[in-house]
């Protein structure tokens, strides 16, 4: 019988690629309306990205 192992979890900061500052960009994953938001605490730059148009 073999073990289950655990998933890695992934990054949820990351570098602002605007601004440059370290771990100052976060994300948010909505799965329950298959949304994202990305949103960057130093520039104030945002990204939201919805669910495909039909």
Do not use: W, Y
């Amino acid at each position: 019988m073999s073990k289950l192992l655990a998933q890695p979890k992934l990054d949820t900061t990351f570098p602002c690629p605007f601004c440059n500052h370290r771990d100052s960009v976060d994300c948010f994953i909505d799965l329950e309306h298959n949304c994202a938001r990305v949103v960057c605490f130093v520039c104030q730059e945002l990204l939201h990205q919805g669910p495909p148009a039909h």
